[in-house]
């Protein structure tokens, strides 16, 4: 079994809102056959969040072989869920993304997974798969147990499966080779960085112990679509050689030149999950273009096995 390398279009989020339509297709010449769109902006935009029709983007799409396997949707809770529906439909694909999620309590965390199952249910009326999108906060505690085990546990299979974040999830200070055999099927998607052998800041953002993990009176963590980041989509900072974070930034490698385990995730996901796609996300890169750093991803992933690029 082989599994397939996708690319998520958020590594590319800057040459996207330059012109959406020449990155995808520059994306596809470089062979990057599936992909998976992010939209940080669906409170006003239902599609893949740069003003584009979806018979334009599925039109380029099929110029060059590529195709939309997924699409990240932000903020869930405030996008117009009939009308992206419609619009992946048009593009062929199968699979919507909860990208992150907001905590603060135990009670509304509990209301957060009868909302994964109501979504969920309304787009597997549709034939469409929703997922939720981890990040490090997933790995909190309440009363002992972590969120993300909480959301499965609460969940109904058939309305929310996982796509797991293996660098979020290593950075929570977990094993994401155990992560992705303790969540077993329900992980249908595998977002895939790297983390850099010089990076300035710590692995683990979490902590150890329990007490470090467990969510405490006043705590929050996440963002949803009340965040400065989900209403002012337009005034966020560019994504490449951000001065100000250069610290944090410092976290991210191009995929493949990092320590992360990453034949060991391949391996595990090909035994143990249900995921069709390995995803690659640059978040940032020190390269003088996004182009150039989903190039080199492309080129130092190529050497691990189990994995098909068509």
């Known amino acids: 079994m082989s599994i397939k390398v996708g690319l998520i279009l958020y590594s590319v989020r800057d040459e996207m809102a330059k012109d959406p339509l020449q990155t995808v297709e520059t994306v596809g010449k470089l062979g990057y056959r599936y992909l998976e769109a992010c939209n940080h902006n669906a409170i006003k935009d239902s599609g893949i969040g740069f003003g584009v029709d979806a018979e334009d983007v599925k039109a380029k799409l099929d110029q060059y072989g590529s195709r939309v396997i997924s699409s990240h949707i932000f903020p869930f809770e405030m996008a117009d869920l009939a009308k992206v529906i419609a619009y992946q439909k048009v593009l062929g694909n199968e ?35 929703l997922l939720y999108h981890n990040h490090e906060q997933e790995y909190r505690n309440f009363k002992g147990k972590n969120i993300l085990d909480y959301i499965v546990e609460n969940t109904d299979p058939d309305n929310l499966s996982l796509e797991l974040d293996t660098f979020w999830t290593m950075r ?23 983390f850099a052998w010089d990076a300035m800041v710590p692995i683990n953002l979490v902590g150890l112990t329990d007490d470090d993990r467990e969510m405490k009176p006043g705590d929050e963590y996440g963002i949803d679509g009340k965040s400065f980041y989900a209403q002012n989509p337009d005034q966020r900072p560019a994504a490449t050689r951000i001065r100000d974070a250069e610290m944090k930034n410092t976290a991210f490698t191009e995929i493949g030149t990092g320590i992360m385990p990453i034949q060991a995730i391949i391996d595990a996901a090909n035994s143990y999950t249900a995921a069709e796609y390995i995803i690659l996300e640059q978040d940032y890169t020190h390269m003088n273009s996004q182009i150039e750093s989903i190039e080199k991803s492309m080129s130092a992933f190529k050497k691990y096995t189990g994995i098909s690029w068509m």
């Open 172 to 194: 929570a200070g977990c094993d994401p080779v155990e992560k992705l055999r303790h969540f077993g099927h329900r992980v249908k998607l595998i977002h895939q960085k790297d």
């Open 95 to 129: 699979n919507i993304v909860i990208p992150m999620g907001r905590f603060t309590t135990y009670d509304e965390m509990m209301r957060l997974t009868e909302d994964f199952n109501r979504w969920g249910k309304a787009c597997r009326a549709e034939g469409k798969t």
